[in-house]
Each structure stands twice: as structure tokens, then as C-alpha cells.
């Protein structure tokens, strides 16, 4: 993944939220650009450049609170470099009244999967993670218990 982008309801209440999750978790404020409608988008860059978080204020009434069940994004998840970052996260996060719906704590999805799972302003479920990759990696590889099947592509008329 380059980027995503997040419409959310206040850049004045979300943009402090993001940088100071992120800041020290190695992500920095980069830039504003111009979106399609005009619209400016704050975007926020891991430091090694490999992925960005762009925020843009909301243009269109919709339902709120945010359903992550509708169609739509279901949760994002930020790699960390270690449990302890994964801490630090947690800990900013419930000082600053964000909603932790669970953890920091170690997760069966892959062995050593260390996360704490939280909301944003908009209620934009976010999980702050950290694996060990080379763990992670081997596990990856280990042979799969449901097979891939690919979809008949005929037309249908």
C-alpha cells in the first residue's frame, strides 16, 4: 500500500490526533496538497516513505457516528517497530480520551502479533501493531488450510 486517505468530520479536531499518535511513532507532517474539489489534504508520511495517511475535511453530509460495518474502510492498522512503541501508542491514546477498544496486548493472528485497537475522533477504528518479521514471514509461507479457487471468468450475457 502507497497511501489513504481519510475524510474525517474536523481537520481542526482530527489533524492534532494524527500527528500526535504518529509523531512518535516516526511519522511526520509532509505536506498539503489540493485535492479534486479543491479540498486541501494533510498528509502525514511513515518515515521511511513507504506510506502515507492524507486527512481531508468532509464535503457531504453522511451518517454519523462512523459505521466501520457499512461499506467502507473497516479499520486501518499502522506498523510500529516494536512492543514498546506499541505501548507508547496506548498510552497517548487513552490520555488524550480516544476510545481503546482493546489492548496493547499479544494477538493470535500471527505469532508475536502485538496491538492495541482504538477509535479516532470520527470513530474510525485504528489498531497500532508490531510483528516480528521474520516470524511473520515463515508464517506466511507455511503451506495454506483453505485454497486459493479463482472466480470463472466467462462472460456472462
Known amino acids: 500500500m502507497d497511501h489513504i486517505d481519510l475524510v474525517v468530520s474536523s481537520i481542526e479536531r482530527s489533524l492534532p490526533f494524527y500527528l500526535g499518535l504518529l509523531e512518535p511513532l516516526g511519522w511526520r507532517w509532509v505536506h498539503e496538497i489540493e485535492g479534486e474539489r479543491g479540498e486541501t489534504i494533510h498528509y502525514l508520511i511513515r518515515r521511511d516513505g513507504r506510506c502515507s ?33 506499541v505501548d507508547r501508542a496506548a498510552r497517548w491514546a487513552a490520555d488524550h480520551g480516544a476510545e481503546i477498544e482493546s489492548g496493547p496486548k499479544e494477538y493470535d493472528y500471527t505469532p508475536g502479533y502485538y496491538a492495541v485497537f482504538l477509535h479516532d475522533p470520527d470513530g474510525i477504528k485504528l489498531e497500532v501493531m508490531t510483528q516480528p518479521a521474520l516470524r511473520t514471514a515463515l508464517w506466511a509461507l507455511r503451506p495454506a488450510t483453505t485454497p486459493f479457487r479463482r472466480e470463472n471468468r466467462t462472460s456472462r450475457r
Do not use: F, K
Not at 56 to 80: C, F, W
Open 53 to 85: 495517511i492524507g486527512l481531508r475535511a468532509r464535503q457531504s453530509e453522511g451518517p454519523l457516528p462512523y459505521d466501520r460495518y457499512a461499506v467502507g474502510v473497516h479499520h486501518l492498522a499502522i506498523r510500529t517497530g516494536s512492543r514498546g512503541a
